[in-house]
């Protein structure tokens, strides 16, 4: 039997599961995103918070995907339907590379060039925004860039708890000893996550360059 | 105490000591005025105090004792914000913001403070000239100029809002002897024409004679001494004396390296 062989027969099938897996990854990364830049950004100023913020962070990550998935079954509203455990899951596991690159993206400016935009009367907002932030840009995408690589991965986990995405396929072939179906679904992820890494690490690289 | 503000001077430091928490006295009772217009250059070592001083007029550091009063208003009651755009500030050439063209960088305040982006495009343009920047450059990135070009960019940036006080922390500090000796000189004329007040922090005795009115000299976080250019040369302080000779044993020695200086002042 060819690898190919299901990936072939059912296109459709594999092209709507590798969008419910994109929009799984990107709305995961989004909120990461989104509740990363603010924290990053504020505990880049409190050094001695920092640390412990990136500890807690860090700790996801020690808890299995496989179980993470699972304790969120008691969760009320989130537990009530599997793509919402799923994208919580997700989003805490795409949390850490996202805090940690922009606290160290920040506390990575040149300090001259900080005290330069300070002493010459720009409010911490305005230094933040037209200094800090896009002097930061490159080492903040890079932190997205392994966010969402991450996320690509773990996410076929998500089909466990029958959240969907290319996992589907994959556990369906592990159920039936079906390596054409395994390929079906690992074959998109795997595209999908080089894809993301490619154009990321493009931006990254156009973004650093400036600098 | 002076009443009227038209007396007072541009800048006077009381007594201003600072040490930071858990830290070593960086400043120690320091007292000192400088004249509205006027060119005061803060002499000294590494670790002298110097740039500790710079850094209480802009606040970007407040006195642990003592006090300052900017114009006769004491420091504390001036908004930051608004005291530092009163006080243009020029360090090194790392200062200057590398993400921005040399048209934003010296744009930032102006555009910042809102004025229109035409307004700001014409002050620019006649920074630009004023430091003596050919006006092809304003699209190039700080990284793609010399080291004399991103000091004349510094200055320019320092000078957008028009201040009346500038304060410059080693402005030349980073550049060949021959670049630094004709900015040195074009700093001079551009001060005698602006005629603002400036403080200039150097190690670099030939700099302060060249540059300034008055020359405070610091030691260990203290005011050794308060000459001008003239009084420099002839005084016996033997800090003073010391700073002499080792430039003059620099500059007849030619190529004789620099690194007596330090043991000479011990």
């Known amino acids: ?211 | 105490m002076a009443s009227a503000a038209s007396v007072a001077p541009a800048i006077a430091i009381r007594d201003a000591s600072y040490h930071p928490p858990g830290g070593p006295t960086l400043l120690q009772s320091l007292s000192l005025e400088i004249a509205t217009g006027v060119t005061l250059v803060l002499l000294g070592r590494s670790g002298s105090g110097k740039t500790t001083t710079l850094k209480l007029m802009n606040r970007l550091l407040d006195p642990t004792a003592g006090e300052l009063l900017v114009e006769g208003r004491p420091a504390r009651d001036w908004d930051p914000i608004r005291l530092r755009r009163h006080m243009g500030y020029a360090i090194q050439d790392v200062g200057l913001f590398p993400h921005y063209t040399v048209e934003r960088n010296i744009g930032l305040l102006p555009a910042v403070e809102g004025w229109p982006a035409t307004r700001t495009r014409e002050r620019v343009r006649e920074l630009m000239a004023l430091v003596g920047l050919d006006a092809t450059l304003a699209t190039r990135y700080p990284r793609e100029l010399s080291g004399g070009q991103r000091q004349r960019v510094g200055v320019a940036r320092a000078l957008a809002l028009d201040p009346p006080i500038l304060l410059m922390d080693e402005p030349f500090g980073a550049l060949d002897p021959l670049t630094r000796a004709e900015l040195q000189g074009e700093f001079y004329r551009l001060q005698q024409r602006l005629g603002k007040t400036v403080v200039l922090v150097t190690h670099d005795l030939r700099e302060a004679l060249l540059l300034g009115a008055q020359i405070a000299l610091l030691e260990s976080g203290r005011l050794a001494g308060l000459y001008t250019p003239a009084e420099f040369l002839r005084t016996h302080d033997p800090l003073a004396v010391a700073y002499r000779s080792a430039f003059t044993a620099k500059n007849d020695g030619g190529t004789r390296p620099p690194a007596a200086r330090a043991g000479e002042l011990q």
């Open chain 1, 1 to 211: 039997m060819n690898l190919l062989d299901y990936l072939l027969a059912h296109p459709r099938e594999v092209f709507t599961l590798s969008m419910e897996h994109i929009s799984l990854v990107g709305i995961s990364v989004g909120i990461a995103i989104l509740v990363g830049l603010p924290l990053g950004v504020a505990i880049s100023r409190r050094p001695a918070i920092a640390r412990a913020v990136l500890g807690a962070v860090n700790s996801i990550h020690v808890v299995p995907s496989l179980a993470l998935f699972g304790f969120l079954f008691a969760v009320p509203w989130i537990g009530d339907r599997a793509p919402r455990m799923a994208i919580l899951a997700l989003s805490l596991y795409a949390l850490l590379p996202i805090l940690r690159n922009v606290c160290a993206g920040i506390l990575g400016v040149d300090p001259a060039v900080v005290e330069a935009g300070r002493g010459l009367g720009l409010t911490d907002a305005q230094l933040l925004r037209r200094v800090e932030l896009p002097l930061a840009l490159g080492v903040i995408v890079a932190g997205i860039r392994v966010a969402v690589v991450l996320a690509i991965g773990i996410g076929t986990i998500a089909a466990a708890i029958g959240a969907g995405g290319l996992g589907e396929l994959i556990f369906r072939g592990l159920a039936m000893v079906n390596d054409s179906l395994i390929f079906a679904g690992a074959l998109p992820a795997a595209v999908l996550a080089l894809f993301a890494d490619l154009s990321l690490g493009w931006i990254e690289g156009r973004l650093r360059e400036r600098v």
